[in-house]
Protein backbone atom coordinates (compact mmCIF):
# COMPACT_ATOMS: atom_id res chain seq x y z
CA UNK A 1 0.00 0.00 0.00
CA UNK A 2 1.28 3.55 -1.05
CA UNK A 3 2.30 5.58 1.89
CA UNK A 4 -0.11 8.76 3.13
CA UNK A 5 2.84 10.49 3.74
CA UNK A 6 5.79 10.38 1.14
CA UNK A 7 4.05 8.10 -1.73
CA UNK A 8 6.39 5.30 -1.69
CA UNK A 9 4.45 2.69 -3.23
CA UNK A 10 5.45 -0.20 -0.68
CA UNK A 11 5.14 -0.19 2.55
CA UNK A 12 5.03 -2.99 5.31
CA UNK A 13 2.37 -4.58 7.98
CA UNK A 14 3.86 -4.11 11.44
CA UNK A 15 0.67 -5.76 13.35
CA UNK A 16 -2.59 -7.34 12.15
CA UNK A 17 -5.82 -7.34 14.33
CA UNK A 18 -9.39 -8.56 14.06
CA UNK A 19 -11.86 -6.38 15.42
CA UNK A 20 -14.55 -7.14 18.20
CA UNK A 21 -17.00 -7.47 15.69
CA UNK A 22 -14.91 -9.77 13.11
CA UNK A 23 -15.58 -7.77 10.48
CA UNK A 24 -12.45 -5.73 9.45
CA UNK A 25 -9.29 -6.04 10.38
CA UNK A 26 -7.09 -3.14 11.34
CA UNK A 27 -3.52 -2.93 10.52
CA UNK A 28 -0.78 -1.36 11.10
CA UNK A 29 2.04 0.10 8.75
CA UNK A 30 4.93 1.71 8.92
CA UNK A 31 7.01 3.27 5.55
CA UNK A 32 10.92 2.31 5.05
CA UNK A 33 11.44 5.36 3.16
CA UNK A 34 10.18 7.78 5.32
CA UNK A 35 9.34 5.59 8.69
CA UNK A 36 6.08 7.33 9.27
CA UNK A 37 2.94 4.75 10.69
CA UNK A 38 -0.24 4.77 9.90
CA UNK A 39 -3.48 2.51 10.10
CA UNK A 40 -5.66 1.03 7.24
CA UNK A 41 -8.95 -0.94 7.83
CA UNK A 42 -9.74 -3.86 5.59
CA UNK A 43 -13.19 -4.96 5.04
CA UNK A 44 -15.27 -7.25 2.88
CA UNK A 45 -16.72 -5.65 0.33
CA UNK A 46 -20.23 -7.22 -0.77
CA UNK A 47 -22.00 -6.14 -3.99
CA UNK A 48 -25.65 -6.71 -4.19
CA UNK A 49 -26.71 -7.60 -7.98
CA UNK A 50 -28.21 -5.18 -10.23
CA UNK A 51 -31.86 -5.22 -10.60
CA UNK A 52 -33.20 -6.14 -13.70
CA UNK A 53 -36.64 -3.70 -14.06
CA UNK A 54 -39.83 -5.03 -16.34
CA UNK A 55 -38.56 -3.21 -19.42
CA UNK A 56 -35.47 -5.07 -19.49
CA UNK A 57 -33.14 -1.94 -18.01
CA UNK A 58 -30.75 -2.30 -15.36
CA UNK A 59 -30.20 -0.06 -12.30
CA UNK A 60 -28.09 -0.69 -9.66
CA UNK A 61 -30.18 -1.92 -5.86
CA UNK A 62 -30.77 0.98 -4.15
CA UNK A 63 -31.72 0.52 -0.29
CA UNK A 64 -33.65 3.70 0.19
CA UNK A 65 -36.08 2.59 -2.78
CA UNK A 66 -36.59 -0.53 -0.34
CA UNK A 67 -37.02 1.59 2.40
CA UNK A 68 -39.50 3.91 0.58
CA UNK A 69 -41.41 0.48 -0.09
CA UNK A 70 -41.53 -0.49 3.53
CA UNK A 71 -42.30 2.87 4.71
CA UNK A 72 -45.43 3.60 2.16
CA UNK A 73 -47.06 -0.04 3.23
CA UNK A 74 -46.25 0.63 6.88
CA UNK A 75 -47.61 4.18 6.58
CA UNK A 76 -49.59 4.86 10.41
CA UNK A 77 -49.55 0.64 11.30
CA UNK A 78 -47.91 -0.31 14.31
CA UNK A 79 -44.80 -1.57 13.44
CA UNK A 80 -41.69 -0.20 14.82
CA UNK A 81 -38.29 1.31 12.90
CA UNK A 82 -36.67 -1.69 14.28
CA UNK A 83 -38.67 -4.12 13.12
CA UNK A 84 -38.77 -2.55 9.15
CA UNK A 85 -34.61 -2.14 9.81
CA UNK A 86 -34.89 -5.90 10.64
CA UNK A 87 -37.06 -6.48 7.62
CA UNK A 88 -34.93 -4.91 5.10
CA UNK A 89 -31.48 -6.44 6.38
CA UNK A 90 -33.63 -9.58 6.05
CA UNK A 91 -34.22 -8.72 2.18
CA UNK A 92 -30.69 -7.63 1.59
CA UNK A 93 -29.30 -10.88 3.03
CA UNK A 94 -31.41 -13.02 0.85
CA UNK A 95 -30.08 -10.73 -2.31
CA UNK A 96 -26.47 -11.36 -1.07
CA UNK A 97 -26.88 -14.85 -0.15
CA UNK A 98 -27.70 -15.57 -3.69
CA UNK A 99 -24.84 -14.54 -5.23
CA UNK A 100 -26.44 -13.53 -8.49
CA UNK A 101 -25.02 -10.82 -10.62
CA UNK A 102 -28.42 -9.85 -11.29
CA UNK A 103 -32.10 -10.33 -10.16
CA UNK A 104 -35.68 -10.03 -11.80
CA UNK A 105 -37.43 -6.59 -9.98
CA UNK A 106 -40.15 -8.89 -9.41
CA UNK A 107 -38.16 -11.57 -7.07
CA UNK A 108 -37.49 -8.52 -5.15
CA UNK A 109 -41.05 -7.50 -4.91
CA UNK A 110 -41.90 -10.66 -3.84
CA UNK A 111 -39.13 -10.80 -0.38
CA UNK A 112 -40.85 -7.51 0.58
CA UNK A 113 -44.16 -8.96 0.37
CA UNK A 114 -43.03 -11.91 2.39
CA UNK A 115 -41.40 -9.38 4.91
CA UNK A 116 -44.72 -7.55 4.92
CA UNK A 117 -46.74 -10.73 5.70
CA UNK A 118 -45.12 -11.38 8.88
CA UNK A 119 -44.88 -7.78 9.80
CA UNK A 120 -48.37 -6.35 9.17
CA UNK A 121 -51.17 -8.43 7.06
CA UNK A 122 -52.59 -4.91 5.81
CA UNK A 123 -49.64 -3.12 4.98
CA UNK A 124 -49.04 -7.04 3.12
CA UNK A 125 -52.22 -5.92 1.12
CA UNK A 126 -51.34 -2.28 0.80
CA UNK A 127 -47.76 -3.19 -1.22
CA UNK A 128 -49.67 -6.37 -2.86
CA UNK A 129 -52.13 -3.65 -4.43
CA UNK A 130 -49.71 -1.50 -5.97
CA UNK A 131 -46.98 -4.70 -6.41
CA UNK A 132 -49.67 -6.67 -8.30
CA UNK A 133 -51.69 -3.99 -9.98
CA UNK A 134 -54.85 -4.33 -8.16
CA UNK A 135 -57.76 -3.25 -10.54
CA UNK A 136 -61.01 -3.49 -8.92
CA UNK A 137 -62.51 -4.39 -5.34
CA UNK A 138 -62.56 -8.21 -6.61
CA UNK A 139 -58.64 -7.99 -6.54
CA UNK A 140 -58.73 -6.98 -2.72
CA UNK A 141 -61.33 -9.47 -2.28
CA UNK A 142 -59.44 -11.89 -3.66
CA UNK A 143 -56.04 -10.76 -1.64
CA UNK A 144 -58.03 -11.07 1.70
CA UNK A 145 -59.61 -14.24 0.92
CA UNK A 146 -55.94 -15.52 0.39
CA UNK A 147 -54.73 -13.97 3.57
CA UNK A 148 -57.84 -15.39 5.48
CA UNK A 149 -56.73 -19.39 3.83
CA UNK A 150 -53.31 -19.03 4.50
CA UNK A 151 -53.82 -17.71 8.53
CA UNK A 152 -52.08 -21.34 9.19
CA UNK A 153 -49.60 -21.64 6.83
CA UNK A 154 -46.83 -19.19 7.28
CA UNK A 155 -46.97 -17.09 3.53
CA UNK A 156 -49.62 -16.30 1.40
CA UNK A 157 -49.62 -18.40 -1.65
CA UNK A 158 -47.15 -16.94 -4.59
CA UNK A 159 -49.40 -15.37 -7.83
Known sequence: ???PFCHTPDTSVIDSRVSEEGDRIR???RCP??????????TVELRLPQVVKQD??????????LRTGFVRALHKRPVSAEDVEAAMNRVVQKLL??????I???KIGEMVMGELYKLDKVAYIRFASVYRSFQGAADFDDAIRELQGSDSRKEPDKP
Open 104 to 106: ASH
Open 56 to 65: GNRAEFDREK
Open 97 to 102: SLGERE
Open 27 to 29: RRR
Open 1 to 3: MKC
Open 33 to 42: HCDKRFTTYE
